[in-house]
Nanobody
Framework: QVQVVESGGGLAQAGGSLRLSCTAS????????MAWFRQVPGKEREGLSC???????VYVDSVQGRFTISRDNAKNTLYLQMNSLKAEDTGMYYC?????????????????WGQGTQVTVSS
């Protein structure tokens, strides 16, 4: 059974930093493209950043230059370093996995999901 568990969310001040982690079990982590999504109330979940099995990464414009995605395949863990946080970064952050053959930015092709971790940024 696949389990995806996020951690590291919390409260931060604008301009501050947080680091999210996501641990996946029950799957061959190296064989999966991984991504971070964000959802705010009343809006659809949006893809923020993704990383392929070999480390190639994609960022959407709103987080480019502020967020860094990385993975440690030996630990089955995905990370999201979030710097220069803004109030609009507030939301529930989800980790998701897709098969290796999925292009990183095909946001609708992810099929393993975690329960999310809340990030709140105060201005």
């Amino acid at each position: 059974q696949v389990q995806v568990v996020e951690s590291g969310g919390g409260l931060a001040q604008a301009g501050g930093s947080l680091r999210l982690s996501c641990t996946a079990s029950g799957l061959i982590f190296d064989d999966h493209t991984m991504a971070w999504f964000r959802q705010v109330p009343g809006k659809e979940r949006e893809g923020l950043s993704c990383i392929s099995w070999n480390g190639d990464s994609v960022y959407v414009d709103s987080v480019q230059g502020r967020f860094t995605i990385s993975r440690d395949n030996a630990k089955n863990t995905l990370y999201l370093q979030m710097n220069s946080l803004k109030a609009e970064d507030t939301g529930m952050y989800y980790c998701a996995a897709a098969s290796q053959g999925v292009y990183c930015g095909e946001w609708n092709k992810y099929y393993y999901w975690g329960q999310g971790t809340q990030v709140t940024v105060s201005s």
